[in-house]
T-cell receptor
Framework: NAGVTQTPKFQVLKTGQSMTLQCAQD?????MYWYRQDPGMGLRLIYY???????DKGEVPNGYNVSRLNKREFSLRLESAAPSQTSVYFC????????????FGSGTRLTVV | QKEVEQDPGPLSVPEGAIVSLNCTYS??????FMWYRQYSRKGPELLMY????GNKEDGRFTAQVDKSSKYISLFIRDSQPSDSATYLC??????????????FGQGTILTVHP
């Protein structure tokens, strides 16, 4: 049982380049989330999808877009990467609400130079 | 002011010590309280889950929630080097704008040395 799978695990981008972070879950969860983690800042919500076909902004959505491709997959796109987007990105999923906790992926370490 | 405050540490203790990790929060709508453990270069994993006030014990771990003080704690007894990790508190509401979303503390870095 893979749980939540994120690709790629590492990425280096030049300022202005674009890329898409992929996330897939095999637990039949309805809700999916993208977080970024920075030193001293904890986990901050970028976007979330409460169910297939819906997406909503979180705390720090600027510079990002998302797509809930189907129930399993939720991707995060950086259209024009900036050094401030250097971070570790985590995808997570939950069964219906967050009240019983999330299952996290292993993260994508992104460096923008 | 952040909705959830957690002392980032770092905290360094000898093996066998009792560890106390704490978070305070400001949103009185929070009803569900969790602790996640995150090893270096890994994703967070759910460690403890508590609904509303009270205590919950699981092996060497005890989670406490005091809603009247808006304060939650995680105690680790007989700490082991394998407990060295970052511990994140997280909480969510039963309704309102926070419904369905977890709000995390900044995380406390714990090192247990032999």
């Amino acid at each position: 049982n893979a749980g939540v799978t994120q690709t790629p695990k590492f990425q280096v981008l030049k300022t202005g380049q674009s890329m898409t972070l992929q996330c897939a879950q095999d637990m039949n969860h309805n809700s999916m989330y993208w977080y970024r983690q920075d030193p001293g800042m904890g986990l901050r919500l970028i976007y979330y999808s409460a169910s297939e076909g819906t997406t909503d902004k979180g705390e720090v959505p600027n510079g990002y877009n998302v797509s809930r491709l189907n129930k399993r997959e939720f991707s995060l796109r950086l259209e024009s990467a900036a050094p401030s987007q250097t971070s570790v990105y985590f995808c997570a999923s939950s069964s219906g609400t967050a009240n019983y906790g999330y299952t996290f992926g292993s993260g994508t370490r992104l460096t923008v130079v | 002011q952040k909705e959830v405050e957690q002392d980032p540490g770092p905290l360094s203790v000898p093996e066998g010590a009792i560890v106390s990790l704490n978070c305070t929060y400001s949103n009185s709508a929070f009803q569900y309280f969790m602790w996640y453990r995150q090893y270096s270069r890994k994703g967070p994993e759910l460690l403890m889950y508590t609904y509303s006030s009270g205590n919950k014990e699981d092996g060497r771990f005890t989670a406490q929630v005091d809603k009247s003080s808006k304060y939650i704690s995680l105690f680790i007894r007989d700490s082991q080097p394998s407990d060295s990790a970052t511990y994140l508190c997280a909480m969510s509401a039963a309704g309102g704008t926070s419904y369905g979303k977890l709000t995390f503390g900044q995380g406390t870095i714990l090192t247990v040395h032999p």
